[in-house]
């Protein structure tokens, strides 16, 4: 699979298998994300890989008690990959963003579905969160979450993608 066909056929995926993702998957999709561009090449962004169980689950808790619901926001997937970027660096959001859409395509090209699962800033402004950088000996409040990248291998057929919308593209020859 070519990049553009990645960027044409992957879709978010929101029903998961229990299996874990092997590490030598897990690897080559963490390694994507840390060769997005970012502005001015600083490497604002952090990626925190989640596999263990129990971190997982918390953290689903804390993104469903910021929703104001109780179901699983990370749809059962075994992996959550959190991106964060340093909030001293002006094109953070940018940064982080683009690790976000490198994570989700590699994912695909590797055969692993992903979704990107928001509430990360909200996430990390809160006492949970902060812990959850603080035992990692990160300065809890030089970081912004840009967003969750959850991954595992999917459990069903992949959604069709919503037609493009009409003007999506303005030309100027
Ligand atoms: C910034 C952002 C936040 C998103 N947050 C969520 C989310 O919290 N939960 C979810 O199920 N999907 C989330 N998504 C996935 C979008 O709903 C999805 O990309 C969109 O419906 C298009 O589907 P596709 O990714 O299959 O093309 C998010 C996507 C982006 C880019």
Known sequence: MNATEAMLTRRSIRSYLPDPVPDDLLNKVLEAGTYAAT???AQSPIIIAITNREVRDKLSALNARIMGTESDPFYGAPV????????????HVYDGSLVMGNLMLAA????LGSCWIHRAKEEFELPEGKELLESLGLDADAYEGIGHCILGYPAGEAPEPKPRKENYVYRIA
């Open 108 to 111: 695909h090209e590797l055969g």
């Open 80 to 91: 959550v990959l959190v991106v964060l970027a340093r909030k001293d660096v002006p094109t």
């Open 39 to 41: 502005g001015r090449g």
